[in-house]
């Protein structure tokens, strides 16, 4: 846990609120949660709380979809998710890009990642290659929405852009805050400013093309081409939850 100081924690209330308005710079810390006053609120970091798809025969047309644990700000999903393929040592395909290119990596990264692939450098420093040339991910294109859930959760749906490949393992990147206590705002946001905190995810940290992410991360597998309809699935019937609903206002709250 981090340590704060008397004066950080009586600042806190006000930070909080500056969030809420989408103002100022909200300090958070680990130890809030245990150490509050008794006036303060403990700082509540929205978490993902379930996914899908995940694991491994998974239809190659599935929508992609997780839950927080709170109302999240919905405009901060673009561009902060990531669905990419593992390539091996192929190149990306058509419809696909560099996940670094696509995620705009610095041309360090970029240059590192070539120099990893080079044969000699693979010789000369193994270590380094071993990580980064082994891999190639590649990013899917895709449509990112959102929308609150009931229990006052929120729903993140990414759509495909086309079917996945067969037999092939996808990771889904939702990124998080790299540094919650810069006062630097990155990632998935709550709907108060908060940001998705990596280090409350096992998965939450992991390098692709020689780049670290930090956020949330599954995996699953695509079924293959073997399978019934060459691994795409059919819709078989839609079920409406609730079966029926009355709006008593034209605002969308």
Known sequence: STTITKDEISDLSSTAGAAKQGTGVVRVNQCANQNCPPDQPPIDFPKVISWLPKEENICRNSLIQATFNQQMSLDTFTGNVIVAGDYGAELCPANTTYLTAADNASWY???????AKLPLVGKLFPSAARADAARNFCAIKGTVNGYAAAGNKTTLEFSLAQVLDASREYYVIIKGDPNIADGVKEGVLSASGIGLNPASDESGTKIFNGVIYKGKIWSFTTK????????ICLLDSVSVNPDSYLFNIIVND
């Open 109 to 115: 990264e970029k240059i590192k990642f070539w120099l």
């Open 224 to 231: 293959s081409a073997d399978a019934t309809n060459g691994g």
